[in-house]
């Protein structure tokens, strides 16, 4: 058997970041960026209002008071995204909304709360000392500055410093897309009837909401048969829109187990047995003449599920250019003790919290079966217990991998 690590190791030198290029800025949310990005003007680019109100010089409102207003002449409006380059005088007043420019002469804003909103003239009855209310040129990014750099991801903050600063397109590492299906004669979609002996195709659903959740495109394709024909079609159908595949099923020592038996043929995917519970029977390799990389997962869904966190998740990180690649453990109190099996490493579906004293804790949520899905739904986390441990007392420590960790 391999190890974990092994395994993983396999995988990662094989995987490939993806080329980048240059994408819409809507299309590059959730990549990660490939070029240095600089400020190429300051924002703001001009002194501009803070507040709808009046635009006025300060000394002209000292001393102001609703007992004792002081009344000045509204001679126009300032509005947002006016080109004329407006000014007021001595003892006068411009009526501005917020952004609106600060018209020379000014060097305060009175809020309109402050006043009676006049519109022929206005009467103020609070002061504002000069510059309140005012958004300076430059007091948040000023031109030169470094606003992003290799390996940001993409966000909604990073769009708004990027769009802000005229940025309609960045060059990113793209969205791997991957095709995801489930091998097996009894399985059928969910809605459908279900006749003896046949089960609903939960994995393609969950390894495609998976793919969704690490930031990639999904297609996912459904049921294939345990026809090897159909299987090797289907394949090499989907193959032409692939960057990665993941298959579910099919991969264990069955005489059904038509995943193994038709890419284990090609010589390029090897099929082997991992140290860990779940999700013992593993396969990987590329297949294609673009020599894609195929994951092969366990049919059991728990099994289907662990596996792609440990393996698939730090594949398709790689890919978009994200780091770490591998989910960083944090430690963890066990509540209640468990067995693990020996000369495997076991990943326990737990549930994880943090205590009033600010430690992480786990109680476990299911037995060790592969097919636990109801334990699975309530897993937050899962505790990673080392092959030479047999057993998990309360009180012990354990590492933790968190499964809602981006």
């Not at 334990?375 to 007392?393: F, I, K, W």
Request: hydrophobic content about 40%; proline content about 7%; aromatic content about 6%.
């Amino acid at each position: 058997m391999k190890s974990v690590d092994e395994h993983l190791a396999v995988i990662l030198d094989t995987i490939e970041e993806l080329p980048p290029f240059a994408q819409q800025i809507l299309d590059a949310h959730g990549c990660a960026l490939c070029e240095d990005v600089v400020a190429t003007f300051d924002l703001p680019q001009f002194d501009n209002s803070a507040m709808d109100g009046y635009a006025v010089r300060a000394e002209d409102v000292v001393g102001a008071t609703e007992d004792d207003p002081i009344v000045l002449p509204v001679v126009g409006d300032v509005a947002a995204g006016i080109e004329k380059v407006l000014a007021v005088a001595p003892g006068l007043a411009l009526r501005i909304m917020t952004g609106a420019p600060i018209p020379h002469g000014a060097d305060t804003v009175v809020p309109v709360e402050w006043t009676d909103g006049g519109v022929a003239k206005v009467a103020v009855y609070h002061g504002a000392e000069a510059g309140r209310f005012i958004r300076r040129r430059g007091e948040d990014v000023v031109v030169g500055q470094h606003l992003a750099g290799p390996g940001t991801v993409i966000d909604a903050k990073q769009i708004a410093v990027l769009t802000a600063s005229g940025r309609d397109r960045v060059r990113v590492r793209p969205k791997p897309r991957v095709v995801v299906l489930s091998t097996g004669s009894e399985l059928r979609e969910p809605g459908q009837s279900l006749g003896q002996g046949q089960i609903y195709d939960s994995n393609s659903y969950t390894l495609a909401a998976a793919v969704k959740e690490t930031g990639a495109i999904v297609y996912r394709v459904g049921v294939v048969p345990d026809d090897s024909r159909k299987f090797m079609d289907v394949l090499e159908d989907q193959l032409v829109r692939a960057d990665l595949v993941v298959t579910s099923g099919g991969v264990s020592m069955g005489a059904y187990d038509i995943v193994k038996q038709v890419l284990g043929q090609l010589g390029t995917v090897e099929f082997t047995t991992v140290a860990m519970q779940p999700g013992m029977p593993q396969g990987f390799g590329v297949v294609g003449e673009d020599r894609t990389p195929i994951f092969t997962l366990p049919g059991n869904p728990v099994g289907a599920y662990v596996s792609f966190q440990l393996f698939v998740k730090p594949a398709l990180r790689k890919m978009l250019g994200l780091t770490p690649y591998v989910t960083p453990m944090v430690s963890a109190t066990a509540v209640q003790g468990w067995r693990s099996s020996p000369d495997k490493r076991q990943f326990t579906r737990v549930e994880y919290s943090i205590g009033s004293d600010g430690a992480g804790r786990v109680t476990p949520v299911s037995g060790p079966g592969s097919h636990l899905v109801g334990g699975l739904s309530r897993a937050n986390a899962l505790a990673v217990v080392p092959e030479d441990t047999t057993e998990v007392s309360p009180g012990d420590t354990v590492d933790v991998m968190l499964l809602d960790a981006r």
